[in-house]
């Protein structure tokens, strides 16, 4: 069975072959546009190089479709689905698009004109507080095993960030232009789990201050699909990996072999969170694009998760 060149999903039936550069394409990708087909991006490129017009894109985690605030009649559209934004054509994003200068207003994103280090420096402070308040607890202080908060507060952070720098490092391998940014409605969220916690509420707490931004990439396809997986694969990759060395820690240095068991829940939870297929999760455009990868990703995290659950919840050492 034939594969779309462009989003490399199975074809059904006759596949639509493209004259000017020869591939194989399903029919949501069979018009040299919908699969970028260089000959059409030439042209465009030429196009943009003639017209001054500026667009502008929308970035916002709670909706699943947004358009250019304004774009050249017949051009572009673009849609975000909250961790990434997408661009019909990946030619309408400037060569320095994340530049303050650029043209291009980025809604629902805090701060925009400070650097990504600051951004991220921002929100693994936050997380980092929000894990100390989680994993806090007076007692444990008060015996000499104060560090143990510090280490599951840690390992918290970590895995947030080893998630979105999985998306981040996948799209600059296709030379996508990519920053983690502070999301205007992702810091409101963590502003409410920290009061929250702080106040002792009866209440969930979600931690999301930002996200990573790709640009160039559309709803479905094998970029799409790979970036996406990227999150979830770091999570499993390194929940196995604090896992196995829970096992090869010495019972004398109890209760550390407890706690990476602890630490590898935490990126088994995350991991099969976001594998849910809903709203703006990595799941959604995962099951979409590949549903084989897509049940292993969500067996295996899901299957780890309800492992390390029973295994923090039996009270049996490691």
């Not at 074809?11 to 018009?31: A, T, V, W």
């Not at 970035?59 to 774009?71: A, K, M």
């Not at 998306?167 to 409101?188: D, E, N, P, S």
């Amino acid at each position: 069975m034939a594969r779309c060149a462009h989003c490399g999903k199975d074809i059904m039936g006759e596949p639509f072959f493209c004259d000017m550069c020869s591939q194989n394409y399903c029919s949501l990708h069979k018009e040299p546009i919908d699969h970028e087909c260089s000959i059409v991006r030439e042209n465009i490129n030429l196009q943009q190089v003639q017209s001054t017009t500026t667009s502008y894109a929308q970035v916002s985690p709670t909706h699943n479709e947004q358009e250019y605030q304004q774009s050249p009649p017949g051009i572009a559209r673009g849609t975000t689905d909250g961790t990434y934004t997408w661009f019909r054509q990946e030619t309408q994003v400037p060569a320095n698009a994340f530049d303050p200068d650029s043209g291009i207003n980025f809604k629902g994103i805090l701060f925009s004109h400070l650097s990504e280090l600051i951004h991220l420096v921002i929100a693994s402070v936050l997380i980092f507080v929000i894990g100390f308040l989680i994993f806090f607890d007076a007692t444990l202080f008060a015996i000499g095993y104060g560090w143990t908060t510090f280490m599951l507060a840690g390992t918290y952070m970590t895995a947030f960030l080893f998630h979105e720098f999985g998306h981040r490092q996948v799209a600059k391998h296709f030379k996508l232009q990519t920053k983690f940014r502070l999301l205007t409605f992702g810091m409101a969220l963590t502003v409410l789990s920290l009061v929250v916690l702080l106040f002792n509420i009866p209440f969930p707490s979600l931690a999301l201050p930002g996200a990573v931004v790709v640009l160039g990439l559309e709803k479905v396809s094998k970029k799409t699909g790979l970036c996406k997986a990227a999150g979830p694969s770091v999570n499993l990759v390194y929940g196995v990996i604090l896992f196995i060395i829970a096992f090869l820690i010495p019972s004398s240095l109890y209760p550390l072999g407890d706690l990476f068991v602890l630490s590898s829940y935490l990126n088994f939870m995350l991991g099969a969170f976001n594998m849910l297929p809903i709203g703006i999760l990595d799941g959604q455009n995962i099951w979409k694009w590949n549903k084989k990868v897509y049940i292993f990703l969500a067996a295996s995290l899901g299957g780890m998760l309800i492992v390390t659950l029973i295994l923090t919840q039996s009270g049996i050492s490691i």
